[in-house]
């Protein structure tokens, strides 16, 4: 249920983040480098920014659990595979926040 | 027009073979008349069929890749060779017999029955027009298995996934007025599998050949439980 719940509403919300990051970049597309730093750094849209990735890794958890319930039946399989999932997400998730809070620099 | 009929004996065969029969078709045959010629010309050919007229839900095959009702589907709309297999997913008993005991199991488990803790009324229990209602597109499933048998889910794991035909009973009782039991009910499909192993792929509703839409109930008992549990 929570899984599914969670599932429903990082979709919603990676829609709508998604509708307006296409529509400001075709409405107020970014002249300069500089300017493209402004707005990404600016704190609604850093927020916005991160929630975002956090809302794709959940998703991408749920989706890829499922899989795994689906398809791998043999238990220490699925629990090694469902660990290296965690870990891999982990990773992207603290590299996420790096790239987001050093600007790519 | 030709049949290409799956055949199995786990008795005496090594593997399952497609075998070929010629039959003569007349109009209006249905594939249950077509299957009955079949065996009076091989009678070590099986398979299930009582009313024949989509009721009892025992000649449910797999037609051309679709299950359906050998004995509501009219040989005219099939294209040749018509290749017939036993539902998908369950261990083959004999030829197109199969063995439906995980079915009837996860129909078991949820309880396909009111449960009703108050003494029971001097009369019948009462129902408003608008509650019975509900239970319509519910109640007129005749357990065939085409859905459950169609659904990806079920074919892997039908130990835990309650799989659509059982789920759209459970639905149809948490929907009646009368029962009394819906927070077990709900509870019971709580966890990753009885119930959250649904897709929504929609094979189900695709095959049914009632017309019924198990996605569609299962898409209820997710919000009703979403209701229950906040």
Not at chain 2, 171 to 197: H, K, N, V
Not at chain 2, 204 to 216: D, F, S
């Amino acid at each position: 249920m929570k899984s599914w719940l969670l599932q429903r509403f990082t979709a919603v919300y990676m829609a709508l983040f998604f509708v307006y990051f296409i529509a400001a970049l075709l409405i107020a597309p970014s002249e300069s480098y500089e300017e493209w730093q402004v707005w990404m750094r600016s704190t609604p849209m850093a927020l916005a920014t991160t929630l975002f990735f956090f809302a794709l890794l959940g998703h991408a958890w749920v989706g890829l659990r499922d899989v795994f319930l689906d398809y791998i039946k043999p238990f220490v399989l699925r629990l090694v595979l469902l660990n290296l999932l965690a870990i891999g997400m982990i990773v992207m998730a603290l590299w996420v926040v790096r790239i987001l809070l050093t600007g790519g620099a | 027009m030709r049949f290409s009929i799956y055949r199995y004996n786990p008795e005496s065969d090594d593997k399952p073979h497609m075998q070929t029969y010629d039959i003569e078709v007349t109009p209006g045959m249905m594939l249950r008349d077509a299957l009955l010629k079949i065996k009076s010309v091989d009678e070590s050919f099986s398979f299930r069929h009582s009313c024949g007229e989509g009721v009892c839900g025992s000649d449910a095959v797999n037609i051309n890749g679709t299950n359906g009702l050998a004995c509501i589907t009219p040989v005219a709309t099939l294209k040749e060779p018509v290749e017939v297999h036993p539902l998908p997913g369950r261990p083959v008993i004999r030829d197109l017999v199969v063995d439906m005991t995980q079915f009837y199991h996860q129909y078991r488990a949820v309880k396909p029955y009111l449960t009703v803790h108050d003494p029971e009324p001097e009369i019948e229990y009462l129902q408003s027009p608008e509650e019975r209602e509900k239970l319509d597109g519910l109640y007129e499933c005749i357990l065939c298995g085409c859905c459950s048998t169609a659904c990806p889910s079920f074919w892997w794991n039908p130990d835990k996934f309650r799989g659509p035909a059982a789920l759209l009973q459970a639905y149809r009782f948490i929907a009646d007025s009368r029962d009394q039991a819906t927070a077990q009910r709900l509870d019971e499909l709580e966890g990753p599998y009885r119930l959250f192993r649904c897709h929504t792929i929609m094979n189900c509703t695709n095959v049914c050949p009632k017309g019924l839409n198990p996605t569609k109930a299962i898409g209820e008992i997710k919000t009703i439980l979403l209701k229950h549990n906040t």
